[in-house]
Structure formats: C-alpha cells, structure tokens
C-alpha cells in the first residue's frame, strides 16, 4: 500500500467521511493534528499526503501538535481540532465525562508506556513506589497504566505522590532526579532508556490500550447533514 493509499485510508474512509459535491463546498479546511505518539500522523504530515489527497477538493490541512492524550481532547473539546489522536483509554474516560468525541479509527496498538525509573534506583517493583514521588501525565494511559499498576500492587494513588506534568516534562524531572519514577510514553520513554540508561521496570503490554482516531462530532454531524442533502 502507498503512503498515498495511507493518507487517503487514515482520514477519508477510516472516518467514513466520504465528501460529496456538496459536502466539498462546506468544508475549507481541516484541522488535525500530529503527535509523536502516534508515527502515522508523523509521515502523513512530513509527506504532505493529506495536502494532496484534498488539494483538487480546495481544502486545506491544518496540523497542530498535540503533546499527549489530554491535550489532544482538549482541543477536540474547545474545537480547536477537527480529528484527534489519543489511547483508547483516554478517550473512554473523556467520552464518559462529557466531551462530545466520536473514536473512528485504530492507527496502532502500541506498547507505549511503562514504568520508568533512573539508571542507579533501587526501585525495582511497583511495590517500591510506595511513598515515592512519580511524574505522570493525568489524563493519559500512562496514568491509567500507573493507577492499574499500583491497584495490582496492593497501592493506591494515595501511597505515592502524583507530579503531574506533561510527558516531556516527566522525562526531564526523572533524568533531573526531581521525581523517582515516571509514567512514560514512547518515544521519549525509548530515548530515555537509550540516552541515559533509564530502566523500564514495569512493563505489560496488553495493559496499553490502542491508538485510537477521534473526530469532534459537531463536525462528524456536520458532514453527515451535508452529503444527506447531495
């Protein structure tokens, strides 16, 4: 399949959106975003292949990064964004708290967090946590893995001290020594293991959720309205 073949697949007929005539001249641009956790929205975006998928429609793509799962539902929510990349998880919990997202469509299903603690920690379960302070990204799987994580321990959130900062900002605050552990997400979690030796020692796969696809639903509704009228 060519990167063509993707862009097309990834916003057209993955978000079951087919524009229309109709459709076409109502929608000027879409805005989406791009985010290092989600490597799709990466080579779409550095190919420029949405750009060329849509240019003979007249409409334009605008990207805006988005620096983690609550970031990225945050602008779904303000309608800042029109699609949205997020875990699976987070888009649950966002949905049942009220934003008005539609998931559409799985780009991976990453092993994309796990525990994370500095080169020379003793920290070797998530027992050890107990007391200890862990940079984390509310909001996010990374911060449902670690609640999950601690639940499994016999710990609650209670018995560790949540820093709450965003992804990048955890890394830095583990490889500063300001945290004892962090919540990580790829690929800063890999770059942090490789650069400086930080050791993964929680790991569980099937513990991440998926990569998911969202779209704002006023937007969704707005498309489906006008291809009803084509």
């Given at each position: 399949?060519?990167?063509?073949?993707?862009?097309?697949?990834?916003?057209?007929?993955?978000?079951?959106?087919?524009?229309?005539?109709?459709?076409k001249?109502?929608?000027?641009?879409?805005?989406?975003?791009?985010a290092?956790?989600?490597?799709?929205?990466?080579?779409?975006?550095?190919?420029?292949?949405?750009?060329?998928?849509?240019?003979?429609?007249?409409?334009k793509?605008?990207?805006?990064?988005?620096?983690?799962?609550?970031?990225?539902?945050?602008?779904?929510?303000?309608?800042?964004?029109?699609?949205?990349?997020?875990?699976?998880?987070?888009?649950?919990?966002a949905?049942?708290?009220?934003?008005?997202?539609?998931?559409?469509?799985?780009?991976s299903?990453?092993?994309?967090?796990?525990?994370?603690?500095?080169?020379?920690?003793?920290?070797?379960?998530?027992?050890?946590?107990?007391?200890?302070?862990?940079?984390?990204?509310?909001g996010?799987?990374?911060h449902?893995?670690?609640?999950?994580?601690?639940?499994?321990?016999?710990?609650?959130?209670?018995?560790?001290?949540?820093?709450?900062?965003?992804?990048?900002?955890?890394?830095?605050?583990?490889?500063?020594?300001?945290?004892?552990?962090?919540?990580?997400?790829?690929?800063?979690?890999?770059?942090?293991?490789?650069?400086?030796?930080?050791?993964?020692?929680?790991?569980?796969?099937?513990?991440?959720?998926?990569?998911?696809?969202?779209?704002?639903?006023?937007f969704?509704?707005?498309?489906?309205?006008?291809c009803?009228?084509?």
């Amino acid at each position: 399949m060519s990167f063509s073949s993707i862009g097309r697949i990834a916003l057209a007929a993955a978000a079951a959106i087919t524009f229309t005539t109709a459709a076409k001249a109502q929608v000027n641009e879409i805005r989406i975003d791009w985010a290092t956790y989600n490597p799709v929205s990466i080579v779409l975006k550095q190919q420029g292949l949405l750009e060329k998928e849509f240019e003979k429609d007249g409409i334009k793509i605008r990207w805006v990064q988005s620096a983690g799962s609550n970031k990225a539902l945050e602008f779904l929510n303000a309608g800042s964004i029109d699609f949205g990349s997020t875990a699976g998880s987070a888009a649950l919990v966002a949905k049942i708290n009220g934003n008005p997202i539609k998931s559409i469509y799985v780009y991976s299903r990453p092993e994309w967090t796990a525990l994370v603690t500095g080169p020379k920690s003793d920290i070797k379960t998530v027992a050890d946590l107990k007391g200890k302070a862990v940079a984390v990204t509310r909001g996010t799987d990374p911060h449902i893995f670690l609640v999950r994580a601690l639940a499994e321990a016999g710990l609650t959130d209670k018995d560790v001290r949540f820093v709450l900062l965003q992804h990048a900002d955890g890394r830095l605050a583990l490889s500063r020594g300001d945290v004892q552990a962090w919540a990580g997400l790829d690929p800063m979690m890999a770059s942090a293991e490789l650069d400086e030796g930080a050791k993964l020692f929680y790991r569980k796969p099937e513990a991440n959720t998926w990569g998911i696809l969202n779209v704002r639903e006023e937007f969704a509704k707005g498309i489906r309205n006008s291809c009803s009228a084509c």
